[in-house]
């Protein structure tokens, strides 16, 4: 078994142990009132050496361990000072360290973090919790993968109130702030009554004493001009937006170029401040706005032409929600400028000289043609020459406007008919405020489908600017049908939203079956699928995700009439209060039989019907609400129950669990047969 490093642990104490503020403990004596889950893994306390770790001297998969109940109106920065170690370098399932939220009334926790480096002494992690008003655990959970000689350390876990962002250096971690290595110049730790020649001040700022610490970097050791250091803080997990404020000295007797910056998960470096006095004797306060609507880095950089070049120093920094600037407004939400077409345009319009391009239109739940995305029977966008008398039509939706030098990530779904030609099919252009075109930023490149397909596009312009949806067409022989819906836009890239951690109760299939497991595997079962099912005129043409992913159903010809297939989900936590669940289904083909979804509570033996659907409803995917309560420990059971035939491919996609009340609620959860409106089609 592997040994941690006990003489980093050791350099980890602090000062004032009994202070420690509620959720924190550094495990020297006790577990500070964590407890872990003796249905898994046990931890165990290392008093000597104050920390407390799990491995794999026992059978098991994983080890959780919980906080004391938590409660904090203010924002704060939880950090968790932990190692990994393992004897395989490469492992196809290594260990992982997890960190997970669990808020009071949720069923699922939300996970905030998650590690699997090894390394041969701690590391630091630090995550932002923005300010609630509900009561909180902090859960760990540590999975122990497949080397059989791997170990899980918590060495420190501390939370406190403010932001990840904010240091004064004057804990051995340096509030996890890391300098990026470079031959010739660093940043170094300053201060503490270390008489050697790199302690270049007399007293830090935070304390005002010899005793305090700072960061500095200094000129010695360059050796080539523009030598740079760079000091990089802990990646802000939640936006953020406000005044960044530091203290610090600058002594040059050559140039030295001091810049902060911004730098976003895909590596653009965005500057916020430089320097602008050649010499500062005492500690110069700096204030600067800061926004970080998405997860960034601070660097503070100094750059040298050469040996004599002088020195930086740094310390106290800090963070307000106001801005510094005294400006007013509120921020940018992005929602404004996304629409699914329920309620109108929201806020896109059209230019009227354009004609009638793109219409509004609703389509009744019917076999032939697929309603909209985003619940199968509502309101989308549709360009065609249906509305006007020309031979052709041009169809041009804009956008409101976007702030300037934001990064965005643009998604909407899209589905074609009919086209012979693609050509101006449909297209996103970037137009200035005076409505002249900056750039096409995406086209249409596949050919028509009739599937609601995702796009996302990333951008980022200088300036304000539109997004606008273009869709042409010539020759009425050429024309089809260009379909729109569920625009939406976020900050930052979609590479990095791509990245971000899953939400809490969420499934779509892309990956596994999430929380949900079957009674029975075989091929009268569930299945995870891509693309249309085999058998012609039943099952989905593709998923409700992105229309290329993933979703779960049943193979009616594998099955006989009247079997069923269950899936299943873990044991959810209770809560008291109302509950909903979404979720998205696909009953297409003649011989279509019964969706049925139940509410099993533990203790109980019999399961609760919530919902059920018998019969052919429709060629789309349809959206199935339900509202549901249960403060016992319970399970959400899928049943598909084969037709009379083989045209009887059932499938569900984009399961959805959600703490309160359903927001809309369906007229009717139990329906028999088919609708009256079947067949109709409205526009």
């Known amino acids: 078994m592997l040994q941690f490093c006990l003489l980093a642990v050791h350099a980890l104490q602090l000062a004032g142990a009994a202070l420690l503020s509620p959720g924190s403990c550094n495990f020297e004596d006790s577990a500070c009132g964590y407890e872990w889950d003796y249905a898994h893994l046990p931890w165990a306390l290392h008093g000597e050496g104050h920390y407390i770790s799990v491995d794999t001297s026992y059978e098991g998969e994983k080890a959780v361990l919980s906080s004391p109940e938590l409660y904090s109106e203010e924002w704060s920065c939880v950090r968790l000072i932990y190692q990994i170690a393992t004897t395989l370098e490469a492992s196809p399932g290594p260990a992982r360290l997890n ?74 971690h340096l509030c996890g702030f890391v300098n990026l290595w470079n031959p010739n110049v660093n940043w170094f730790v300053g201060g503490g009554n270390i008489r050697n020649s790199q302690s270049i001040l007399p007293k830090d700022h935070t304390l005002n004493s010899e005793l305090g610490h700072y960061m500095y970097v200094d000129s010695v050791y360059v050796k080539h001009f523009q030598e740079v250091a760079q000091l990089i803080s802990p990646k802000t997990m939640a936006p953020m937006s406000g005044c960044l404020s530091f203290y610090y000295q600058l002594k040059q007797e050559s140039s030295i170029v001091f810049t902060v910056y911004l730098r976003d998960t895909t590596g653009f ?68 400028a996304g629409c699914n077409f329920e309620e109108g345009l929201c806020n896109f319009y059209q230019d009227h000289k354009d004609g009638p391009g793109w219409s509004r239109v ?111 067409c010539k020759s009425f022989w050429d024309c089809g049908l260009v379909a729109l819906d569920d625009v939406s836009l976020s900050l930052g890239s979609c590479q990095a939203a791509d990245l971000l951690l899953p939400n809490p109760g969420e499934c779509n299939f892309e990956k596994d079956e999430c929380v949900f497991t079957q009674k029975k595997r075989g091929r009268g079962s569930w299945h995870r699928r891509r693309g249309p099912t085999p058998t012609s005129y039943t099952g989905p043409k593709g998923d409700h995700t992105t229309g290329v992913g993933y979703y779960m159903y049943i193979e009616a010809s594998d099955m006989v009439y009247g079997q069923r297939a269950y899936l299943v989900s873990r044991s959810l936590r209770g809560v008291s209060g109302k509950q909903c669940l979404t979720f998205f289904y696909n009953m297409y083909g003649a011989g279509t039989g019964l969706l049925s979804v139940y509410l099993k509570k533990e203790g109980d033996e019999d399961e609760i019907p919530l919902w059920r659907r018998t019969g052919e409803q429709s060629i789309s995917w349809l959206r199935g609400l339900i509202e549901y309560e249960s403060d016992r420990n319970y399970q959400i059971i899928f049943e598909a129950i084969r037709g009379v035939s083989m045209r009887s491919d059932t499938a569900i996609d984009d399961i959805l669990f959600q703490a309160g009340p359903c927001l809309e609620v369906e007229e009717i959860q139990f329906s028999s047969g088919y609708p009256d409106s079947l067949n109709e089609i409205e526009y």
Not at 151 to 170: L, Q
Not at 296 to 320: C, H
Not at 405 to 424: D, E, H, I, P, T
């Open 269 to 336: 470096y965005e500057e916020i401040w430089k320097t602008d006095s050649a010499l500062s004797a005492d500690w110069a306060l700096a204030e600067v706005d800061f926004n970080a609507p998405y997860p960034m880095e601070l660097i503070f950089e100094v750059a040298f032409n050469s040996a004599k070049g002088g020195y930086v120093a740094l310390d106290d920094i800090s963070f307000s929600p106001v801005y510094c600037s005294n400006q007013t407004g509120t921020p940018f939400n992005p929602a404004a």
């Open 99 to 172: 960190l997970y939220l669990r808020q009071e009334g949720e069923s699922f926790d939300r996970l905030l973090w998650s590690a699997n480096e090894p390394s041969d002494s701690w590391l630091i992690a630090s995550l932002d919790l923005m300010n609630s008003t509900k009561k909180y655990k902090i859960v760990l959970e540590g999975e122990m993968g497949q080397d059989k000689s791997a170990s899980i350390a918590v060495f420190e876990i501390k939370i406190t109130p403010g932001y990840c962002i904010e240091c004064d250096f004057e804990e051995n």
């Open 362 to 472: 609703k389509v009744k739940r019917n076999v032939y043609r697929a309603g909209d995305h985003t619940t199968g029977f509502g309101y989308y966008l549709l360009a065609n020459t249906k509305f006007t008398s020309q031979p052709g039509y041009i169809g041009r939706l804009y956008g409101p406007t976007l702030p300037g030098n934001l990064q965005f990530c643009l998604r909407f779904y899209y589905a074609l008919y009919g086209f012979f030609k693609m050509s101006g099919t449909l297209a996103v252009y970037i137009f200035e405020e005076n409505h002249v075109v900056q750039e096409k930023i995406w086209s249409v490149l596949d050919s028509p489908k009739g599937v609601w397909t995702q796009a996302e596009i990333s951008f980022k312009k200088p300036m304000p600017c539109k997004i606008v949806f273009v869709s042409w």
